[in-house]
């Protein structure tokens, strides 16, 4: 049961939220700018690194805001956690990966976003 | 009058009978027909001091916060810009939202629209009332936030999880803790509550 | 002097209560016990130590330890309450002894009870600012500092009473009080304190992220009395502390030499337990063996009960000050440098030496009749510097073997949190390398051996855990008498007493090494099957080594009693090629019975370390502890998540009619909703037959409440939903709803619905009923992540209204009685209009002309309070048309007769609006949510699987839905091959309209088969379906006006 | 007295140095790398090739999942490759001569909706015409098929019917990667464990060896079939993918004698359980929410996953749940898997087979194996190429995975 620090709440039991995936992945400016390979990192391709992940999070029970966050996913240590304008800390060097970085405008693919099911076997 | 349900309705015998009274005693109630008004605004901004002065109550600043008399109107803070007003003073009134909405939209020279949502949700959240030294402890069964009066003093009040049911749990006194889960969900979470209490119906017995 | 119970003056039995005497039953056999006894001590007490055989082999075994470790004593424990359910695979060392109890011996493996179980448990969530787990001396040491700074403090114990090993000993003091009586008292005191508890019977299963401790109450001694309503049987508690101290004491080693598992050989502490605790004797005549200190105080405990101890065989070459003063104090036999080989059972073991009748021998030198296999004697051997027997064997005559392989801290918690665990050279331990962040381990769990070291530790820890909360008090470490531990000689490994070399010894050349693996390896890269068979320990040109390895050997020296597994096994596995202990593990099963190794892992490394010539345990590497520490009844973490409380049923305010009229429900998400109202003596179809024509001919009500909706208001509300939805919304006049498509990115339909303008910058949107929550998620995700400048809110309003829809040619009719006030008529209130009314009784409501079924049709929308009093009244206003109340079996057939989609049931997450038959709804002029995705090479396909109609051709066949679709003339012969499929069967009625079944299916290239037969195998005979457009009834949309 | 799992085989495997270079590199020695490997022998004459892995064979996922067998998945592609996986299952244990306990007692998947019984009908019809045995079995079937389910309907779920598959069952996963690899080594394979793939060496846009914690090792092809870890490797090829990693977890109880002759998977409830030979009951249940690579997931989790088996299994009140633990699977937006070739030259992906890729294993191994030794990819992983979410011609199998829409 990870706690999770809610920028605006405080500190809350995870099952209190929903997780959203890469953090900083905007909506492209000009989708029919893009390639179909393009479109389809938009919507399928996210960053899934060992280590410091900027991600985003909803506290979907208590106020229902998005926030980013970065977690370690080895340790599951959240290293910081900081509202969805702002920019992504530099403290987690290559955290995200080769991934578009936004001015705080963000977006999950379907992946981010798929809720989680049962697992199939 | 007798038009309206509330939605525990039919569960007002049921919880009659399950509550103890006395040390180590919980009681359950339902709270009917309160005026709801759901608010959407910034606090600070003109919007919220329109609203504040429409309903003549401050909006909350923070997580936890209430606002306003516990007994009669009231306001608790959901979000940085979300708002629940209740008033268990009153039942509610058709058109409850017009006036605050109002405010919003009003179009006197000067003054202009403004950004914001107020409306009437009166019948969308039920107010169940558990009171009693074992409050706490029956909604410790379920809930994950820390209801020790340090961490939770009276006033307080936070949208979180009862059992599985997201609500809005407000410790309106000292001993009485007032939950709102949407009216849905009350049947099940009056059922929730009857078998939470048990436990204190035995140890007085 | 006779095994069994011992008087007070040789025990304090400090767990026991002698002034209440009890029976308990196992096997049948009645056995006297006290309160305070558990199953196992009560068995001693009564003269026996035998409990089931051994799982795989059948051997006889007997109690081993005194706690949750044990590995042999599994019982099934009868039903307590009748009819309630027995209970299985319960350690008889855990199980409390309670007057009637009644009790059986397993052979390792349970017996579950079909009953079920309707005993109740629950679950609670607190939070601490201290947790501390264990109230051992160390453990309470620390409550007692945290608590008395105001610091909020919670202290679990697994056992019925506070003192942990204090428990176990005698004679020692803290603070210059008798140890027990402290601990005692400390808890009495800081019981009182309004922000302190201490749980006893509570066991910490598992430690997670951030200081989350899950923890498994038991409620009392019984294990299963008729429990009061509510009052729990097993209560798991969820803790989240700010600063966990672990206390959680360590586990006592067996010891590894050959028929080491038989009945009488015991760990050392538990035999002590026995003694001082429950005041019983394991045995009368009883020889110890040690690699450290720490069964001297059970020597003496034991010499001044009165018990025979004729014998300590320590492996240390020297005795330390502390054996040489027990030693002495006691008269018994040390034999240095030395270990037990072997041990064996039978009358002529018994009559080659003995002063003492041996225990569980009656007098006549046979067998008590309840412990067969029990040691009669045990032989030891001088061992060498390498830790082989290597001198004459002796043998003396014993009744019980008590044996400490030395002390495993008890760190599954501390692991569970990823804390690191380094190898103690002079502790022959496992100790924590560093705490967790936010946690501490102290006394015996952190390798502190004498008690005032624990209580040090503690009393720190529990200030520093306080203080790093806020809270603030003198410290105050209670202090014990000092003992300084003599140092420890680990043994993992003992060989039988044949006279030749034990493993592990370095001068053994060609030995099962992993450095002459190496060698092999580096010197031939592509070594062959053959070579590395060498490699096998037992296997070398050694011929000596060759049959020190012989497995049959190893085959008595067990390892892990309860997976009867020995080091034959282990040698087996090394020698097909397994190197890591987690190989070793799986291969053998070693350390994953009931008891997860707690007394066998760490000697599972030592003996690995040992045939893999090694240094220590830990270059084998550790296994993994895994959550619960000890293992928990499926039904105590189900808690009160039963039957109606299991998941909630969410319901309209007009509930309480649907299920007065006899109405049949259906789960769509959370919610219950009437699927049918059948009448006496009606099934499903009749039903729904007429339903469907009491909306087709005259006038039906349904209870749609459970739609989602959501109000949204904002100056950029147009431009939002123009971006959420396919089609547009912007020029939407006020006052007018439209019907509008939801895609994800990918442009797959997700959701639908009707929105209606009410303001410039005010609408209302309804969602599907499933959909409702991710919709508002949806809105709200874009509007915060995306485009966070723009002026809108949501607000859901779902159940703030009830909405009960009326359709059918006469619903005008009873719309009209029912709000008088507007004009219902054709001209005045056009589809998709909405007025805002008040009803005949007073009611404000919201009426809205939409439709679902093709008919004419209403949605009268009221405050929820007033939802139950509108459907009265449009009841009694319809009764004059014969109103029909119908459910959502009947909504579908409507529905679908039109052609109309239900998101979920017609898509499945792969079709797009144009698939569907919705191109009108898709905008070309504007962008929104998915549209890019339309681009894409597979769905630009014009062959992808379109909506259509399916009309079975004999007018007859219902086809299943989800039932498959072929081309006419395909050969079904699936033993040939995949039979290609071009579609199914998304949704399938009888039509009372059409006087015939009739289905909405995705059809490849569908649009263009229009006319065209195909078939859908059914019942293994093919159906002939003939492709048609999916709306039936009314394409040209006349009946809406009515 | 209980019987004892049949005796393993003496001799696995040796364990050498890796060689300077082999013709192909499979890094990740689980059980798919393990089939490759196999198959790239077996059927391609490939021997001079090294497993790779970086801790203990076949310690991941291998060794984590519930062993749940079965092929009635509901898309052709999807039908065609598991069933093929199934028929070599139904050889492999003689064929590797290695009884694996591979065990066919059948498959059950719930139904507690309409449209979970509208989707088990879709489902079965397009098994039985993929040549999948399925049949779709009413609660008094379901109940003949494993007595011990709870099938009344005053539960807050009743079962309402269920797919049956009779020739799915389970397998001893341990034993299962041990077979292959006691085969492979025999045939010459080198199994290097304690070996950690680092980085990749490339001439051009080709690949030409790995770097690992134990020196270079060329390699004239390399195969990544390292399952939760495919991001973290690929990435340092240069390589992305469209795969997240989530922790699943699963859980045992202690030994109870039998009583459950089946396999039974709930996605409604989220809950799948079987009993193992040994006698433990197996229990597997929802992925965590969030990316983690820590092989441990949430209590709650566990504890919904209890309360669906209790509420289901009445019997299962008082069994007791011995030991919980977590893997990492490589989720997928459609929840099927990729078998492919990449953008670099000679180096391959066999990834995204998430919570339900052991089942796959021998076909994951043998569509692997052919892609891998021909340059391009077998008819049955045609399909499950990484440009399908390029066309967007995607294999959507969350209903048959579990995920509801
Ligand atoms: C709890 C659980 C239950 C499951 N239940 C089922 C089920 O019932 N049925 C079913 O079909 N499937 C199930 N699965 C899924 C199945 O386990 C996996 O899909 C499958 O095991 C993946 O293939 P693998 O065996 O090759 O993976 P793994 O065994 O995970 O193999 C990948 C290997 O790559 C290694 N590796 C990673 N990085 C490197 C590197 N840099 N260098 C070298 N080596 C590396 C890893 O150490 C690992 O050994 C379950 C999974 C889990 C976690
Ligand atoms: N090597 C040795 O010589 C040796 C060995 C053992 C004990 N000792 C002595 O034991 C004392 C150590 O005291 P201590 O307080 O550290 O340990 P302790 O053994 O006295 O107490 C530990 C307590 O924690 C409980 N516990 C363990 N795991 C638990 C869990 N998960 N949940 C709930 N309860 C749990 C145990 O049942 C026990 O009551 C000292 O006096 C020391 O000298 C010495
Ligand atoms: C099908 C199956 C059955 C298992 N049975 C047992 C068991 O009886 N006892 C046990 O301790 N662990 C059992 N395990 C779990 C393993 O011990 C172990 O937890 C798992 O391989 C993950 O490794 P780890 O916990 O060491 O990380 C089983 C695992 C699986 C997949
Ligand atoms: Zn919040």
Known sequence: MLLIDCPHCGPRDEVEFHYGGQAHVPYPEDPYALTDREWAEFLFYRDNPRGPFAERWQHSVGCRKWFNAVRDTATYEFLEVYPMAAPAPSAGGGLTGNGPVGSGSTRSGPVGSGSAGSGSA | MHLRRSPAHGAAAEMAAASVAGPPGVMLREIAFAPQLGVRTVPGSASASRIERALGVSLPSSVGETTGDPDALHCVWISPDEFLTIDVSRTQEHGEAGAVAAALDDDRPGAGRVPGQVVDLSGNRAILELTGPSARAVLEKGCHVDLHPRAFPVGHAVSTLVGPVPMIVHRSHGETFRLLPRSSFAQYTVRWLIDAMLEFRTIRA | ?1042 | MADQLPEHPAFLWRNPDPKPSYDAVIVGGGGHGLATAYYLAKNHGMTNIAILERGWLAGGNMARNTTIIRSNYLWDESAAIYEHSIRLWEQLPEELDYDFLFSQRGVLNLAHTLQDVRESRRRVGANQLNGVDAEFLDPDQVKEACPIINVSDDIRYPVMGATYQPRAGIAKHDHVAWAFARAIDAMGVDIIQNCEVTGFIKDGNRVVGVETDRGRIGAGKVGLAAAGHSSVLAERAGLRLPIQSRPLQALVSELFEPVHPTVVMSNHVHVYVSQAHKGELVLGAGVDAYNGYGQRGGFHIIEDQMAAAVELFPIFSRAHLLRTWGGVVDTTFDASPIVSPTSIDELYVNCGWGTGGFKGTPGAGYTFAHTMATGSPHPLNEPFLLDRFETGHLIDEHGAAGVAH
Not at chain 3, 298 to 312: F, N, Q, R
Not at chain 3, 951 to 972: K, Y
Request: aromatic fraction near 6%.
């Open chain 3, 1 to 1042: 002097m006779t095994a069994g119970r011992v008087g007070p003056d040789c025990s304090p039995g400090h767990g026991i209560d002698r002034t209440a005497p009890i029976t308990v039953t196992v096997d049948g056999r009645p056995m006297a016990a006290f309160a305070g006894d558990t199953v196992a001590s009560a068995h001693i007490a009564s003269g026996r130590l035998s409990c089931g055989p051994s799982l795989y082999l059948s051997r006889p075994r007997g109690i081993v330890a005194a706690g949750v470790e044990e590995p042999n004593a599994l019982l099934t424990v009868d039903a307590r309450t009748p009819g309630g359910p027995s209970e299985s695979m319960l350690p008889a060392t855990t199980v409390e002894a309670v007057e009637g109890l009644s009790a059986r011996w397993l052979q390792g493996m349970g017996v579950l009870d079909p009953l079920g179980d309707d005993a109740y448990y629950d679950r609670k969530y607190v939070h601490t600012d201290v947790l501390i787990v264990g109230a051992g001396p160390a453990g309470i040491a620390a409550a007692r500092e945290a608590a008395k700074t105001g610091a909020r403090t919670v202290l679990v114990d697994e056992q019925s009473m506070p003192g942990g090993s204090l428990l176990s000993g005698r004679g020692e003091t803290v603070d210059g009080v008798d140890a027990v009586a402290w601990a005692r008292t400390a808890l009495e005191r800081l019981t009182g304190q309004p922000d302190f508890a201490y749980m006893h019977r509570t066991t910490a299963i598992g430690s997670y992220d951030a200081n989350y401790v899950v923890a498994v109450e038991r409620r009392a001694a019984d294990v299963d009395t008729p429990a009061a309503p509510g009052v729990p049987r097993e209560r798991v508690w969820h803790i989240r502390a700010k600063r966990v101290i672990l206390a959680t004491g360590a586990h006592e080693r067996p010891l590894v030499f050959a028929d080491n598992d038989r009945p009488g050989v015991m760990l050392a502490g538990a035999v002590r337990t026995y003694l001082n605790r429950y005041a019983v004797a394991a045995g009368k005549n009883i020889i110890l063996a040690t690699t450290d200190d720490s069964v001297y105080g059970l020597l003496e405990d034991l010499h001044s009960a009165g018990i025979a101890v004729p014998l300590v065989v320590d492996s240390r070459p020297e005795p330390s000050a502390r054996a040489r003063a027990a030693l002495e104090a006691t008269g018994a036999r040390g034999a240095f440098g030395a270990a037990v080989v072997g041990t064996s059972a039978g009358a002529d073991a018994s009559t080659e030496v003995g002063t003492s009748e041996g225990v569980g021998t009656s007098a006549d030198g046979q067998a008590d009749a309840g412990d067969e296999g029990r040691v009669t004697a045990v032989s030891f051997a001088p061992v060498d510097e390498f830790g082989r027997p290597s001198g004459d064997v002796e043998t003396a005559a014993a009744d019980t073997l008590a044996v400490s392989g030395g002390h495993s801290p008890v760190l599954h918690l501390h692991t569970q949190r990823q804390g690191r665990v380094h190898w103690d050279e002079s502790l022959a331990a496992f100790v924590p390398e560093a705490p967790v962040a936010g946690q501490a381990v102290v006394g015996s769990a952190n390798g502190a051996v004498s008690l005032g070291v624990a209580l040090e530790q503690g009393a720190h820890a529990g200030h520093s855990a306080a203080a790093e909360t806020g809270a603030r008090g003198p410290l105050v470490v209670p202090t014990a008498s000092a003992v300084a531990p003599g140092p420890v000689r680990p043994l993992w490994l003992i060989a039988a007493p044949h006279g030749s070399a034990a493993p592990g010894s370095p001068d053994r050349d060609g030995g099962p090494g992993e450095s002459d693996l190496g060698e092999s390896a580096a010197s031939d890269g592509r070594s062959g099957v053959g070579d590395s068979r060498d490699d096998r320990p037992g296997t070398s040109d050694d011929e000596d080594d060759d049959a020190a390895f012989a497995p049959e050997r190893w085959s008595t020296h067990f390892v892990d009693l309860q997976r009867d597994q020995t080091v034959a096994d282990v040698l087996r596995a090394i020698g097909a090629g397994m190197r890591s202990v987690e190989h070793i593990k799986r291969y053998t099963s070693i350390s994953t019975a009931g008891d997860q190794g707690k007394t066998s892992s760490v000697n599972a490394m030592g003996v690995i370390a040992s045939l893999l010539e090694d240094a220590d345990p830990a270059s084998v590497g550790t296994s993994t502890n895994r959550p619960p520490y000890t293992p928990v009844a499926f039904a105590a973490l189900a808690g009160r998540r039963r039957g109606e409380l299991y998941e909630p049923a969410r319901v309209t305010n007009i509930h309480p009619w649907h299920v007065a009229h006899g109405a049949e429900f259906e789960d769509v998400g959370q919610w219950k909703r009437p699927r049918y109202f059948p009448r006496t003596d009606e099934d499903m179809d009749a039903a729904v037959l007429r339903e469907c024509a009491a909306v087709r001919t005259t006038v039906g009500f349904q209870d749609v409440s459970t739609l989602g909706k959501i109000e949204i208001r904002g100056t950029d509300a147009p431009e939002f939903l123009n971006r959420i939805y396919t089609n547009g919304f912007a020029k939407l006049p006020v006052g007018r709803g439209r019907y509008g498509l939801m895609c994800g990115a990918d442009g797959m339909l997700f959701d639908d619905g009707v929105t209606m303008r009410l303001a410039e910058d005010r609408f209302l949107m309804t969602t599907t009923t499933g959909g409702a929550a991710g919709v508002l998620d949806w809105l709200e995700e874009w509007h915060q992540t995306e485009w966070p400048h723009m002026d809108v809110f949501f607000t859901s309003v779902t159940e703030q209204w009830n909405t009960i829809a009326v359709a059918g040619p006469r619903s005008r009719d009873v719309v009209a009685k029912i709000a008088p006030d507007i004009d219902v008529s054709n001209e005045a209130f056009g589809f998709m209009e909405f007025r805002e009314a008040q009803l005949s009784n007073g009611i404000p409501a919201r009426i809205c002309r939409i439709s679902f079924s093709g008919e004419l049709a209403f949605e009268v929308n009221v405050s929820a309070f007033y939802g139950l009093a509108a459907w009265e009244l449009v009841a009694e206003a319809g009764e004059e048309f014969d109103i029909t109340p119908y459910g959502t079996e009947t909504m579908h057939v409507l529905r679908a007769e039109k052609g109309l989609v239900i998101i979920g049931q017609d898509t499945d997450g792969t079709v797009t609006p144009h698939d569907a038959g919705m191109g009108w709804a898709v905008s070309r002029l504007k962008d929104f949510i998915g549209k890019r995705s339309f681009q894409r090479a597979d769905t630009v396909r014009p062959d992808r699987k379109h909506f259509v109609g399916v009309l079975p051709v004999d007018g007859v066949t219902r086809l299943d839905e989800g039932a498959q679709l072929i081309a006419a003339g395909t050969p079904v012969t699936p033993e040939a091959g995949p039979v290609p499929m071009i579609g199914h069967v998304t949704s399938s009625y009888v039509s009372a309209e059409l006087g015939r079944p009739f289905g909405l299916a995705l059809v490849e290239n569908g649009f263009n088969r229009m006319g065209e037969i195909v078939q859908s195998p059914v019942d293994g005979t093919l159906v002939d379906v003939e492709i048609t457009s999916s709306v039936f009834i009314d394409p040209e949309g006349k009946r809406r006006d009515g």
